[in-house]
């Protein structure tokens, strides 16, 4: 069965930043894409950002909130993948998930998500 | 501000059937990008509901459907039960943004 678990959040002070890890486990993790969404307190969610899996050139995407300021990347030799969170902003408190991408014609749609991991931004 | 739109809530007594609407662009559902649907129970991670408009991965319940029509489209739970109390979430891709696009979500009642 597989399994996607976030790690590294927590709090920390506006401007500083925050490197998310997704342990994965029961697939085969350089096959699959994978993303990162977030969930602010009572809000719904949102898509941060997206990376191919290798045979696909490795290529990301990024929303524009976030473009600039975090970096999504992967360790194929881990079964993980990152999310490097920079200049950090109140705004960007929320519950942070990640998830498989499975390729459907041209886009991918998210079939297993983690449980999500806290980042609270606060002075 | 969400490219897809949702109705904030739907409600339904047990039994019932209710539709959730979701309302892309030109630049999104419009241009031919599928639309896949998430359920979200409460404090609980995504689900995956729907994917490609209206397959059903294994497990999820024949009492959830979804279509898509142009810029638009539909989730439909039937035989509504209590335990289908969640947020629902579309998803689809843009094609000006270059990326992925979620409704606000829609809160269902039982």
């Known amino acids: 069965e597989e399994h996607l678990v976030e790690s590294g959040g927590g709090s920390v002070q506006p401007g500083r930043s925050l490197r998310l890890s997704c342990s994965t486990s029961g697939f085969t993790f350089g096959d699959y894409a994978m993303s990162w969404f977030r969930q602010a307190p009572g809000k719904g969610l949102e898509w941060l950002c997206f990376?191919?899996?290798?045979?696909?050139?490795?290529?990301?995407k990024y929303a524009a909130s976030v473009k600039g300021r975090f970096t999504i990347s992967r360790d194929d030799s881990k079964n993980t993948a990152y999310l490097q969170m920079n200049n950090l902003e109140s705004e960007d408190t929320a519950v942070y998930f990640c998830?498989?991408?499975?390729?459907?014609?041209?886009?991918?749609?998210?079939?297993?998500w983690g449980s999500g991991t806290t980042v609270t931004v606060s002075s | 501000q969400s490219m897809l739109t949702q109705p904030p809530s739907v409600s339904g007594a047990p039994g019932q059937r209710v539709t959730i609407s979701c309302t892309g662009g030109d630049s999104n559902l419009g241009l031919g990008y599928d639309v896949h649907w998430y359920q979200q129970l409460p404090g609980q991670r995504p689900k995956l509901l729907i994917f490609a408009n209206s397959n059903r991965p294994s497990g999820v319940p024949d009492r959830f459907s979804g279509s898509k029509s142009g810029t638009s489209a539909s989730l439909d739970i039937s035989g509504l039960q209590s335990e289908d109390e969640a947020d629902y979430y579309c998803q689809s891709y843009d094609g000006t943004l270059h990326g992925y696009v979620l409704g606000s979500g829609t809160t269902v009642t039982v």
């Open positions: 998830s498989r991408g499975i390729l459907f014609y041209t886009e991918y749609y998210m079939d297993v």
């Open positions: 990376i191919k899996a290798r045979a696909y050139g490795g290529a990301t």
